[in-house]
């Protein structure tokens, strides 16, 4: 079946360095793929997505690029800020069976201190 | 903000005795879908819907079942709650397929089985 890994943390930056959480993703077919950030005792929402091989998204600073030939979402961001602090769920989208089942990762979570 | 809404926000029950989550909608969303949330272990799948009446198992649904009789309402039962069934209930509502696709996540449920 369909599966999303991405690296454990935490990770642990200082603020204004460089952010990489890694995602690779098995899927059939040409899924979907999202970065969902939570807050503390919040729910997830939507960081940004990718739709089609090679595409970018973008918001807040971060990218990911979809990269079919590596099958890879990986989450990027130049300078990050203490308010970054969250989890980051790498997830995918694909139908089985006819239903639309999203699949997650497990969570990276990030800690940026001052 | 889409309009999802989930209660309670928290719960204390005891061991053997049946619990009633329910999950609120009024976006008219296709999708609904109960997910857990468990250190180690991210975001894991219960049960989703994707029509009134239709409803099927995710990859942790035993002990739980569902029911959708109406489109904004989408209800998780624990029939005789265990403590291993202690976490964090996240409700998510999606419209798959285009160009907005994603998911809305509740706030959540905190659920304590003593």
């Known amino acids: 079946g369909d599966s999303v890994t991405q690296m454990e943390g935490p990770v642990t930056l200082s603020e204004e360095a460089f952010l990489t959480i890694n995602c690779t993703y098995t899927a059939t077919g040409y899924p979907s793929l999202f970065w969902y950030v939570q807050y503390p005792g919040e729910g997830l929402q939507l960081l940004l997505k990718?739709?089609?091989?090679?595409d970018k998204g973008s918001n807040k600073g971060f990218e990911a690029t979809y990269r079919k030939e590596t099958t890879s979402f990986h989450l990027e961001k130049g300078s990050v800020q203490v308010s970054d602090s969250a989890v980051y769920f790498c997830?995918?989208?694909?139908?089985?069976?006819?239903?639309?089942?999203?699949?997650f990762g497990r969570g990276t979570s990030l800690i940026v201190h001052p | 903000d889409a309009g999802i809404t989930q209660s309670p926000r928290h719960k204390v029950t005891e061991t053997g005795t049946p619990v009633t989550l329910r999950c609120h909608q009024t976006e008219n969303h296709r999708y609904m879908y109960w997910y857990r949330q468990d250190p180690g272990h991210g975001l894991r799948l219960i049960h989703y819907s994707y029509g009134v009446k239709d409803t099927d198992k995710g990859e942790v649904s035993d002990g739980y079942s569902v029911s959708r009789s109406k489109t904004e309402d989408f209800l998780l039962t624990l029939e005789s709650a265990t403590s291993s069934q202690t976490s964090v209930y996240f409700c998510?509502?999606?419209?798959?397929?285009?160009?907005?696709?994603?998911?809305?996540f509740g706030s959540g449920t905190q659920l304590s089985v003593l």
């Open positions: 990718a739709t089609k091989a090679d």
């Open positions: 997830a995918l989208s694909a139908t089985s069976g006819g239903s639309y089942i999203p699949t």
């Open positions: 998510a509502i999606s419209e798959p397929g285009g160009e907005n696709e994603k998911l809305f």
